[in-house]
Every structure is written in structure tokens, then in C-alpha cells.
């Protein structure tokens, strides 16, 4: 039977669009209170109102960049008191830019996935995780990708800020052995967000062709495998998942029908 959400403090990075986004979506339901994190304020608060008027759900719009260490550690410690307390860490935030080859990309694309996919998520996870080992209860959650796991051309600062985020992943769970919080590591194929938008530069028709002739995963399915990682009975940690696309077997096998 799955463990209970309710009264749960949820911190979402990457909540402004995209699996973030379905993930505060998906647990609005379920009794968590939500804390959404990410660095536009229009779509945190847009959400947060939808959610509230459709749900009696509690949530915290935290504008927010992952990039900036003091930032998020004075964030959470200056959280409304009765919001500290985070139960489950969804560190989903990340991005790529770009398609360069390593030896010709901006260094700037470099430094923002670098700093945003792995830094990031550092920043948080060391604020947050301290906490849940003194309360002796927590879930961190990261979102990696099936580019950690094959590299593919252009791609390959991206891919290595993923297999970074497995590695993180697998160091934090090794690290929190004889405690009960837990760490799953998810790492999806092809999901149609705005994702490809980013990697492109706003450019929403080479974003569009990444997805041409297939059914991508949306971010409702990356969140329904979330939810089902963190509302599994406490003994029970979820430790790596892959989902892929039925229409995606590898980063280099993509079935496409003719349009
Ligand atoms: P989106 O672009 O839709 O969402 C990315 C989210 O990350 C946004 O909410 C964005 O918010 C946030 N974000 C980016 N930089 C920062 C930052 N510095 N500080 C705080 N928040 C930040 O893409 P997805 O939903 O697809 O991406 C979510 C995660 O899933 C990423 O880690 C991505 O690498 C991973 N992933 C995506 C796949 C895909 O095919 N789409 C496949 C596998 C993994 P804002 O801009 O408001 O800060
Ligand atoms: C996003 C999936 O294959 O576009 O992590 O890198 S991919």
C-alpha cells in the first residue's frame, strides 16, 4: 500500500515549468505541502494559485537560483519556521545548452550546466539532507538522465553533469547508510518540456524537430514514477530508475514515424 503524502513538506527544484512543474501538480492532491523553488517568479506563482484554488493545499513559492550557495542555504534557513522541516528533496532543476562539440562550445553554456546540474544540486542537497539525518526522516529525489548514462555528440558537458548526478546519487545513499532517509536516483529518456527550448536558445522550432515522428515521455510521466518512488513504505528505498519513451531504446535509437 503506498505510504501516505499528507503533511509532508516537499521542496521541488525546477518547479516553474516542465517535470517540476507536474510533479507539484501531482502531489497537490495528496496532502504534501509543497515548496516550489526556481528562478521566475511568474510561473511559481501562477502555479501556486492554480494549485490552490483546485486543491486545499498548502504551498510555498521560493524564488530561487541552485547556482548561488548562500542564496540557498540563507533561503531554507530563512524559511517561514513551521516550512524548515523538508521531508522530501525533488532536485530537479538543470538544464543544457547547446549542441557544440567539446572542443568548440561557449564556456559560458559549460558554466551554466555545470554550475546549475551539479553545483546546484550540491547546494541543495547539503542544506537540506542535514536536517532530515537529525530528524531521521527524509527522501532526496535527483533527476538525472539517460545522457548520464550514454554520451552522445554535442552533448557531452550535458551527459557528463548527469553521470555526475548518478554518481552524487549513489555517494549520497553509500553516505547515508544507518540512517532512514532515502535516495532514488531517476534518470529519464526523451520528455517533452521546455527543455529542448532551453538547450536551443528559445528556438521552438529546432526544439519541436527533437521530438518529430515519436511520442516523448511528458513531465506527468516522470512525475507519476516520482510519486511512486517516495510513497513506497519506509524500509523500501528506490534507489535507480530509467524511463524511457516506448518510441526511444537508447540516446541513439529513436523510432520516428513519417509525418
Ligand atoms: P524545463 O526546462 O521545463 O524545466 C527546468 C526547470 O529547472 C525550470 O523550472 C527552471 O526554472 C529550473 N532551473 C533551471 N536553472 C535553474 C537555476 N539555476 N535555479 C533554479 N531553477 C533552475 O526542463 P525539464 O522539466 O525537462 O527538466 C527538469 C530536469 O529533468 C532537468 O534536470 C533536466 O536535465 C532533466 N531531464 C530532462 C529530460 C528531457 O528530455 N526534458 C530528460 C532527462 C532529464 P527557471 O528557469 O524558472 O529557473
Ligand atoms: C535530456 C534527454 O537525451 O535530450 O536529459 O539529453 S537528452
Redesign the pocket.
Known amino acids: 500500500m503506498p505510504a501516505s503524502l499528507a503533511n509532508q513538506t516537499v521542496l521541488i527544484?525546477?518547479?516553474?515549468?516542465?517535470?517540476?512543474?507536474a510533479c507539484a501538480r501531482q502531489l497537490a492532491p495528496t496532502g504534501a505541502r509543497l515548496i516550489l523553488?526556481?528562478?521566475?517568479a511568474e510561473?511559481?506563482q501562477a502555479l501556486t494559485e492554480a494549485l490552490q484554488q483546485q486543491h486545499s493545499v498548502e504551498v510555498l513559492p521560493l524564488v530561487?537560483?541552485?547556482?548561488q550557495a548562500e542564496a540557498v542555504s540563507t533561503a531554507i534557513a530563512e524559511l517561514p519556521e513551521d516550512w524548515r522541516a523538508i521531508d522530501i528533496l525533488i532536485n530537479?532543476?538543470?538544464?543544457?545548452r547547446g549542441l557544440d562539440k567539446q572542443y568548440e562550445a561557449p564556456l559560458d553554456d559549460w558554466e551554466a550546466m555545470i554550475?546549475?546540474?551539479i553545483k546546484?544540486l550540491l547546494y541543495v542537497t547539503r542544506t537540506v539532507v542535514p536536517g532530515m539525518v537529525a530528524r531521521h526522516h527524509g527522501h532526496v529525489v535527483n533527476?538525472?538522465?539517460?545522457?548520464g548514462r550514454q554520451t552522445y555528440p554535442g552533448g557531452s558537458v550535458?551527459c557528463a553533469t548527469?553521470a555526475a548526478v548518478r554518481s552524487l546519487s549513489e555517494g549520497l545513499k553509500l553516505d547515508l547508510l544507518g540512517t532512514p532517509v532515502r535516495v532514488t536516483n531517476i534518470?529519464?529518456?526523451?520528455?517533452?518540456?521546455?527543455?529542448?527550448?532551453?538547450r536551443f536558445g528559445g528556438d521552438a522550432d529546432l526544439a519541436k524537430g527533437v521530438y518529430q515522428g515519436m511520442t516523448?515521455?511528458t513531465?506527468d510521466d516522470?512525475a507519476d514514477v516520482i510519486l511512486f518512488a517516495i510513497t513506497r513504505p519506509a524500509h523500501v528505498n528506490i534507489s535507480d530508475l530509467l524511463v524511457m519513451p516506448t518510441d526511444q531504446s537508447s540516446v541513439f535509437h529513436v523510432h520516428r514515424r513519417a509525418e
Open positions: 527544484t525546477g518547479a516553474s515549468s516542465g517535470i517540476g512543474a523553488a526556481a528562478r521566475r510561473p511559481l530561487l537560483d541552485v547556482r530537479n532543476a538543470g538544464l543544457s554550475d546549475t546540474n546546484g533527476v538525472g538522465s539517460i545522457a550535458y548527469k534518470d529519464p529518456g526523451l520528455v517533452e518540456t521546455e527543455f529542448s527550448v532551453v516523448p515521455l513531465g516522470v
